[in-house]
């Protein structure tokens, strides 16, 4: 079974022969270990950068190679806000774009596009596809609309607008959600296959549960809807603690979800059994990047004896890693899941 | 209970329960019966807010209630601020916070500046994508007591760690508490670091800054 049968397997809850583990996102990490900042690599032939990220997660046997990774925030910039790139790492929106709501009737979403960086991506994305000969999946990921809502209008202001102004939450959210669909739309004409949507806003450590099930899951319901029939396999990660929306999210639409080191993945299990798949959720900082190779192999360990096997299940990071992260301690992630024995 | 102290209890409640518009109502009748301001914002306001900062911690209130029932606060201090007849008895302490070089997510630090100023504590907000050296250089200029710094990433962590650097080469390795917080932060990222403490969340902090000045 190659990486794309293990996958798609596991996406629609049938039998693998041996426990899936791929990477989340960690673009910046497969970037910037050439020595080069993601600002940097946008400049170079975008052969290179198919190649390092194909490197990168061959490396460390991803079961799922992605691309785009770490450059979520373009998407602000190609709507005309400010973002500052990084000697290392990621970018970060400087300052939010719109002062009030009813800006977003002077954008057209689908312009994003045409954005020049975006457009690498885009490419990247094909030419990746093309290197992976149909063995491995290549995945895609973007803010979904309520983190995109809060870069876009100021996170402070969008938690107080859930109360003191629900319609410009919503007029934030249904063009965040034209956004998440525009950009992803690229990726899929490209043949990404694996769609995924990041919410970390949306976190029980940030909103209760009643604004979750309010707020955001009309939204991202109805992205998993329009993105549905289409012969993708669409994820959700949210950061943090979910342990009081995993009902919620498990009627969402999502086919994998990708849990954060917080949530405890018995309670998970059984939140999801035959609903759908889900992946995590080793400690990226604490075990991922400073673990010893013993500490990782335990936590890899505990991972999937909680588990068991065929259960929907893929071994990943809780949350993306520092780019500083060592190849070898995520070798040891791999290597300890292939070498499993039940 | 007397009149004056219901009255500092409805306050209280009206922070508790977001109700801007009664907060406003209840610092004008503060003002009207001349009740003294400063215990109005004590056991009133600053009380309010630590009441949300407990459900923030007990997870029944979150970021967003915690935002409004802080606009509420505020909006009573506007009104009772002006007639403080005196300053608060003793020392005013003055923190220096912000959000570390390299990360721009500060929810949580503006929760923590809003706590503490409920608090009465001097706060002085650098902002987010705040170089280690500023936080040294405005701790110094301002007199400050603490440098509250803040990141929600792993990849600015070490950029903490700097601040104490930078502390300890210009010879003033004690002259202020350094305290850390955010996502990936942990008491013993603080003590690997050698700050002088951790908070887990706000609420929390306003009692690590007080047991730190005790």
């Known amino acids: 079974m190659n990486h794309t049968e293990i996958i798609e397997r596991v996406a629609r809850l049938e039998p693998v022969e041996s426990i899936p583990f791929a990477l989340l996102s960690s673009g910046a990490w497969a970037i910037n270990r050439n020595g080069v900042t993601l600002e940097q690599a946008l400049k170079l032939q975008p052969q290179v950068m198919a190649d390092w990220l194909y490197e990168g997660y061959t490396l460390v046997d991803s079961d799922i190679s992605w691309v785009g990774s770490g450059y979520n925030n373009i998407v602000v910039k190609a709507v005309g806000g400010k973002i500052k790139w990084r000697r290392k790492g990621t970018p970060d929106v400087s300052e939010p774009l719109f002062k009030s709501a009813d800006e977003v009737d002077k954008l057209d979403p689908r312009e994003i596009v045409k954005d020049p960086d975006i457009r690498v991506i885009y490419e990247v994305t094909r030419l990746l596809v093309e290197k992976e000969k149909g063995q491995r999946l290549v995945g895609g990921s973007m803010w979904g609309p309520f983190t995109l809502s809060g870069l876009l209008f100021g996170a402070d202001a969008l938690m107080r607008s859930i109360y003191k102004n629900r319609e410009a939450v919503d007029k934030l959210m249904r063009f965040s959600e034209e956004l998440y669909l525009a950009y992803m739309q690229g990726y899929i004409d490209a043949g990404a296959r694996v769609i995924f949507m990041a919410e970390p806003s949306a976190s029980g450590d940030m909103i209760s549960r009643k604004h979750f099930q309010e707020v955001v899951v009309p939204y991202i319901k109805d992205i998993y809807r329009r993105l549905s029939g289409k012969g993708l396999i669409l994820g959700l990660h949210i950061c943090g603690n979910t342990h009081d929306l995993l009902d919620l999210i498990a009627e969402s639409g999502a086919q994998i979800m990708s849990l954060d080191y917080k949530v405890d993945l018995d309670i998970a299990k059984e939140a999801f059994a035959g609903k759908i798949a889900f992946s995590g959720n080793l400690n990226p900082v604490n075990v991922v990047q400073n673990g010893t190779e013993e500490e990782i192999r335990r936590e890899t360990l505990a991972c999937i004896e909680k588990i068991g096997t065929n259960s929907g299940y893929i071994v990943m990071p809780g949350c993306d890693i520092p780019p500083s992260t060592p190849l070898e301690n995520l070798q040891t992630i791999s290597r300890t899941v292939r070498t499993y024995k039940n | ?214």
């Open chain 2, 1 to 214: 209970m007397s009149e004056e102290n219901t009255l500092y209890q409805k306050l209280s409640d009206a922070v508790v329960n977001m109700d801007e518009d009664a907060v406003v109502d209840l610092s004008h009748e503060v003002v009207e019966k001349k009740f003294d301001a400063y215990t109005a914002i004590d056991k009133g306001l600053a009380n309010g807010m630590e009441r949300a900062g407990e459900l923030f911690e007990e997870q029944e209130y979150f970021v967003p209630e915690l935002i409004v029932c802080a606009d509420a606060m505020y909006a009573g201090l506007d009104i009772l601020k002006p007639h403080i007849k005196t300053a608060s008895d003793g020392k005013k302490y003055t923190i220096v916070i912000g959000v570390i070089e390299g990360d721009t997510h500060d929810i949580g630090k503006n929760l923590v500046k809003i706590m503490l100023e409920t608090a009465g504590f001097n706060v002085i907000d650098l902002g987010r994508d705040v170089l280690p050296s500023d936080f040294v250089d405005n701790a110094v200029a301002h007199n400050a007591d603490v440098i509250a710094i803040s990141t929600l990433m792993t990849t600015t962590m070490a950029g903490m760690a700097e601040v104490i650097d930078i502390l300890n080469q210009r010879g003033l390795p004690t002259k202020f508490k350094v305290i850390v917080g955010g996502g990936p932060i942990s008491q013993a990222f603080a003590n690997k670091i050698g700050a002088a403490g951790y908070s887990p969340n706000a609420a929390e902090a306003v009692r690590l800054v007080r047991g730190l000045l005790a």
